[in-house]
């Protein structure tokens, strides 16, 4: 395994991330994950200890930060106040950006800055409210979002 | 009108509105008959969702976020919200971004500024003898730095909620666990899930109560894949809060479009 102890310098500050160098790996945050329990490959004291020794595989293709249910159940148990689930997040950011982010949530992401919306509106969906006497004040045309990120 | 502190905006997000409306329905209806006026806000986008979108892209998600409650600031309101995910988003952007009005779950302002004697008030018809398991939902309450909701392990309020509607909130093993939807990996999504309809039905509970349409898809939808994967027979209904609460106030079962539900509700009010 390869290491760069600057790896975590990085991660975006935004989450926190900068904490994860306070973890003296006690798996607290193990004990509690509801992933973990399911998943032996989730575990959240061994993500951190990756990203405080720098362990880039945790960004690449396959990695397990995207198995997390992001339940913030290891920020609340932590004694150090380090919080797993932002480190993680940040790690998912950078992920992205090195293009080895699963396809479904690069799909799912972009699709919301399409349409403004998780679910694209439709006709169908206008007709399901009209049944319930609904009015239409949700409709989504799209384009908001992305005139806000691109600062117009 | 009842004086409330704030004006509050209706922030439905994007699944109540789209694929549950009658979540939204009995909300609207629960609402009224508590007096309290819920504007809307032209132009509302997607919170954006704290999961895929939030993992992806970080400044983005702030940006969103960020013009969704100014557009609530500029008139003066307050962000009510309907759904777990929004509400975790709007507050953890607030907190970073700083500002005095802090977005809240509709829940949230039934509990702290209705209280409870007034949601009593409005009840004509008490859901006596019914058995609900409360699940939470992580993000009403974690990180609790941030939301400030109740304890984040051993909350009251939703159970404070529910039973006053005459309805009991019965303890069952992993009370606090997670849905399970936001993971990626199928063997935690359905394994949370199953193992907390399977936790539900020991305690021989009637029904389960979330407050989050993310949860409600993860165990409505969610024990029919269950069924299918495993070959097995559940069918314990799942209902958001609302959807309680404008029982209780006596609006009918039938007029509430729980025809939508996977799971048949019909036996809880029987």
């Known amino acids: ?152 | 009108m009842i004086s409330l502190p704030e004006k509050h905006a209706l922030f439905l997000g994007c699944l109540i509105p789209m694929m549950f409306p009658q979540i939204e329905l009995s909300a609207r209806k629960a609402l009224a008959e508590l007096e309290v006026e819920c504007e809307e806000i032209e132009g509302f986008t997607c919170c954006p969702e704290p999961w895929n979108f939030k993992g992806t892209d970080l400044q983005g998600w702030l940006k969103v976020a960020s013009a969704n409650l100014k557009k609530a600031d500029d008139k003066d309101m307050t962000i009510t919200t309907l759904c777990n995910g929004c509400s975790a988003t709007l507050k953890e952007a607030r907190k970073i971004e700083g500002g005095d009005r802090m977005p809240l779950h509709a829940v949230e302002l039934l509990y702290r500024d209705l209280g409870i004697e007034k949601i009593k008030a409005t009840v004509k018809k008490p859901l006596e003898g019914i058995r609900v398991a409360v699940h939470y939902g992580c993000h009403l309450l974690r990180p609790s730095k941030v939301f400030k909701t109740d304890n984040p392990f051993t909350p009251l309020f939703l159970d404070e909620l529910v039973e006053a509607l005459g309805a009991v909130s019965v303890d069952y093993q992993d009370k606090m666990q997670c849905c399970g939807r936001a993971s990626s990996a199928d063997e935690i999504k359905t394994g949370l899930a199953k193992r907390k309809i399977e936790n539900v039905e020991e305690a021989d509970a009637d029904c389960i109560v979330v407050t989050c349409p993310a949860c409600f898809e993860q165990f409505d939808l969610g024990q029919l894949l269950i069924n299918r994967k495993f070959s097995e027979n559940h069918g314990i209904p799942v209902f958001h809060y609302f959807q309680l609460l404008a029982v209780a106030q006596g609006f009918k079962p039938e007029d509430l479009g729980f025809g939508r539900h996977r799971m048949d509700v019909e036996k809880v009010f029987a």
């Not at chain 1, 148990?77 to 932002?86: D, F, I, K, L, N």
Request: net charge negative; charged share 25%.
């Open chain 1, 1 to 152: 395994m390869e290491l760069d102890l600057k790896f975590r310098n990085e991660l975006p500050e935004l989450e926190e991330a900068g904490k994860t160098v306070l973890c003296f790996q006690c798996g607290s945050c193990v004990a509690d994950c509801p992933a973990s329990s399911f998943s032996a490959g989730f575990n959240p004291r061994k993500i951190v200890l990756g990203i405080i020794l720098g362990d880039r595989e945790l960004v690449g293709a396959g990695s397990p930060i995207w198995e997390c249910t992001t339940c913030y159940t290891c920020a609340e148990v932590c004694p150090q106040e380090v919080s797993p689930t932002e480190a993680i997040t940040a790690l998912k950011n950078v992920s992205t950006e090195k293009g080895t982010a699963p396809e479904n949530v690069r799909d799912i992401a972009e699709a919301i800055k399409s349409t403004d919306s998780v679910i694209a509106h439709n006709k169908k969906i206008e007709s399901m409210r009209a049944e319930l006497g609904l009015d239409s004040a949700i409709s989504r045309e799209g384009g908001v979002i992305r005139s806000i990120l691109s600062g117009e």
